[in-house]
């Protein structure tokens, strides 16, 4: 990932929007429903935005907040915001870590890809091993995208159970 503090702001703010939207959603609902949220975070478990989703709130010192010149940070209101929608990762849940890489391209490696669910009522069984870097570099030393991996991040999946008695609020 490039190396620009504005770069982690608009990622943070992408983050805190969405939880925004997914906390006014849920408001409306006459009962609580499990929540599943996945995608390509470009963000690495040591983030803020991994922070936010996983914590509910992020550190105010948090290494990606520490420039601010424009005060974008501080006109998003993160020192007041927290969720309680109590998300875990998938993979961090079933594996103990997040994986070594989600992404695997010459200039980038690393895990930005991410599967968030409600801890209360979703409850992660397995998931997917993802192939090695000798898998995943094994056509003429290609890394992602490649003929057997066609996109330049791995697809993540998860089995899980719902817990039925906490849908009901």
Not at 41 to 62: D, I, K, Q, W
Request: proline letters at 8%; one cysteine or more.
């Amino acid at each position: 990932l490039e190396e620009r503090p504005e770069m982690y702001k608009r990622l943070l703010l992408q983050a805190l929007q969405l939880l925004l939207q997914i906390r006014g959603i849920l408001m409306m609902l006459p009962v609580a429903l499990p929540l599943i949220i996945c995608g390509d975070f470009n963000s690495e478990p040591n983030s803020a935005v991994y922070e936010l989703m996983s914590t509910g709130r992020v550190s105010p010192n948090h290494p990606d907040l520490k420039e601010d010149p424009e005060r974008i940070i501080a006109s998003m209101g993160l020192s007041n915001f927290h969720h309680e929608l109590n998300l875990r990762s998938c993979y961090k849940e079933t594996m103990g870590q997040e994986p070594q890489y989600t992404n695997y391209t010459d200039i980038y490696q690393g895990c930005l890809d991410y599967i968030w669910v409600t801890a209360a009522s979703l409850h992660p069984m397995k998931v997917s091993v993802l192939p090695s870097v000798q898998e995943l570099c094994s056509f003429e030393d290609l890394k992602l995208p490649n003929p057997k991996y066609p996109s330049d991040h791995l697809a993540l999946d998860c089995t899980m159970a719902i817990d039925a008695m906490q849908v009901v609020r």
